[in-house]
């Protein structure tokens, strides 16, 4: 590419999810710059435009698992349930993409194949599957943490005579279970969610389960007409509350350490959490996630429950959890889970000793015994936070593929930025509060955090922005000390990448609080944005990469 290219837009946006929408909002409305949106899907919504499986739900309350930064829109919009239902959190979506009008910026249908930065001309090029170029000054990655659906590498899947679906691309004309012989591999939050609804229409379902996980009763109800004219009432001050929590969402403070209180008191607590339902669950102690001995109470407190609610002591055994620590692989949430497997349509097989070993024709094979099925549903995964970045293909500066800057785990500045990739911006990127934390409250703050900054670089006249590799490199060893003070890594869980078959090992999101977060992002913008590198040539950055790299003697 030549030095004289000219970009055709101001920022190339990837995803029209819940960041998307918002960046490419923004971007146009406050900084007046011209976009170009990119979107594989036919229509806005991101993960809730994919997960349309039976049962699909938000496990954050829908009056703050929703953007706070138009009042009319939180105004005008009435939820019904307090947990939302996939098809509702869509129907939102559509109505806030209609609201702020930014459909005609995207392209539908158009998977991007490529994004390639180009050190003379500073610009990327972002090439779609069609082969179509688009040269921008600025890229936004919006394409969310769980977007890239993960199928075991299965033998003989191809040969299977039924019909299979993942739960994360499932149809959108839905899936008649009426009269069917189901087959669900995976109990995660997608299976947990799902399976008791398929169990409801199905004539029979088969459940493999590798590993039990952790779950409690969502609780749900319907938000009256008078409960959300309260909630409308207080909302400035109900968004105010969810920032001011590590997790972004309105909390029942802990009551104090489980080890040093009395064995009532602890029970009562957990009682109560159980039976007001969510994740909240998990904030009854300060000790929960960071002391074995603390975790082990809540975490036998669940498998007493599995004990009284499942009739049939082995499948009750089967279901009771004991390969990680509580809340290490996220906490699901579940309407009539364990009580799915009293139903007579229903049978657990594990496969934690014999693996599936294959799918034959007409049904997984497990120990030696096929079992036959006309619809396999995988609720299998994914390839999460690096993997959707990762599927774009992105080359950096000097031509190097991000897939080589992250052999070792994802690595960024701050889940911002990437040492090497200049002018692009990560939305909730690995080492971000993102998953540990509402997404669309992190979503938002993310996005208000990049246009603020281009709002900066561009009345300064800065052309060229990158983070550099010593911040990054302080960055990830904080993410990394924070994530070692907790009991996460002790889980293999798809934060540690180890749901992939020859992924990094690294616990990617970063675990200090969405609250601790927005005030270190906040801090660098008054640092003068220490930690980027602005309008360095091409050779100056890469030899200050080049030092930066040599080993300290
Ligand atoms: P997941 O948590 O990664 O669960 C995948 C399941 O598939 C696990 O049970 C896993 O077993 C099993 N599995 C994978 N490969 C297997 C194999 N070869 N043989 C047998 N079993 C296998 O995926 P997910 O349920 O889709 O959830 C991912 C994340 O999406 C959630 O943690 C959550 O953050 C988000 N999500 C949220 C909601 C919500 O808001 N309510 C709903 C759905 C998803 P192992 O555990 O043994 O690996």
């Given at each position: ?18 960041a ?26 991101g ?6 499986y ?27 349930e ?11 979506a559509?109505?806030?993409?209609d ?35 688009t040269?921008?000054k ?15 590498d ?13 739960t ?12 069917k ?19 409801e ?10 590993t ?10 319907p ?13 400035p ?11 972004g ?25 159980w ?36 009739q049939d ?24 889970y364990y ?21 034959g ?20 995964g ?6 959707p ?19 070792e ?5 701050l889940?911002?930025?990437?040492a ?7 939305v ?13 409250l ?10 603020d ?7 300064a ?19 990394n ?10 889980a293999?869980?798809?934060?540690m ?19 601790a ?19 360095a ?6 030899e200050q ?9």
């Open positions: 590419m030549s030095a004289l290219t000219t970009p055709d837009v101001d920022v190339v946006v990837v995803g029209a999810g819940f998307g929408m918002y960046a490419t909002h923004l971007l146009r409305t406050k900084n007046n710059l011209t976009v170009q949106g990119f979107e594989r899907g036919s229509g806005v919504g993960t809730w435009f994919w997960n349309r039976p049962g699909a739900r938000c496990d954050a309350e829908s009056i703050v698992y929703s953007y706070s930064f138009d009042d009319e829109i939180q105004q005008e919009w009435t939820w019904s307090r947990w939302a239902t996939q098809p509702e959190i869509l129907e939102y559509n109505f806030v993409a609201k702020i009008g930014i459909r005609d910026t995207f392209r539908f249908n158009t998977e991007v194949a490529s994004m390639a930065w180009d050190d003379d001309s500073q610009t990327w090029t972002t090439t779609t599957a069609a082969g179509d170029k040269v921008s600025y890229v936004v990655t919006a394409v969310g943490c769980l977007s890239a659906s993960q199928v075991p299965f033998k003989g899947l191809s040969d299977f005579a039924g019909q299979v679906y993942h994360g691309a499932w149809p959108h004309e839905g899936v008649d279970f009426t009269g012989r189901v087959c669900v591999i995976g109990t995660g939050s997608s299976g947990i969610q799902s399976i008791p609804r398929i169990a229409a199905a004539d029979h379902v088969t459940v493999f389960q590798r039990a996980t952790f779950t409690v009763p969502a609780q749900n109800r938000l009256g007409v008078d409960e959300m004219a309260q909630v409308k009432a207080v909302y001050a109900l968004r105010e509350h969810a920032k001011s929590t590590a997790a969402v309105i909390v029942k403070q802990p009551i104090g350490r489980a080890l040093e209180l009395d064995a009532e008191t602890v029970r009562a607590e957990l009682d109560a959490r039976a007001q339902g969510g994740p909240t669950f998990m904030n009854a102690f300060t000790d929960t996630m960071s002391d074995l001995e603390a975790n082990e109470i809540t975490a036998e407190y669940v498998r007493e429950r599995v004990r009284e609610i499942v002591p082995e499948t009750a055994e089967l279901l009771s959890p004991h390969a990680y620590p509580i809340g290490t692989k996220r906490i699901c949430v579940d309407t009539d009580e799915t497997y009293n139903r007579d349509n229903v049978d657990l097989v594990s496969v934690k000793e014999h693996p599936i070993e294959k799918i024709t007409r049904g997984p094979v497990v120990n030696g015994v096929e079992y036959d099925c006309d619809v396999l549903v995988m609720a299998t994914f390839d999460a936070i690096t993997g970045l990762l599927r774009l293909n992105i080359t950096g500066s000097e031509g190097r593929p991000l897939s080589e800057a992250w052999a785990g994802g690595k960024s500045y889940g911002l930025a990437v090497g990739f200049p002018n692009m911006f990560t909730t990127g690995p080492g971000s509060p993102s998953v540990l934390t509402n997404m669309i992190s979503i938002e703050q993310h996005v208000e955090w990049i246009t900054f281009l709002l900066d670089l561009e009345d006249g800065v052309g060229v922005v990158e983070a550099s590799l010593q911040a990054q490199e302080q960055w990830v060893a904080d993410v000390a924070i994530a070692d003070q907790t009991l996460y890594p002790q293999a869980s798809w934060y990448g180890s749901n992939v078959p020859g992924k990094a090992r690294v616990f990617m999101p970063y675990a200090g609080g969405a609250d977060y927005r005030a270190i992002c906040d801090e660098i913008v008054s640092s003068g944005y220490s930690g980027f590198v602005m309008d040539g091409a050779s100056e950055r890469a990469r080049q030092e930066e790299m040599a080993p300290v003697v």
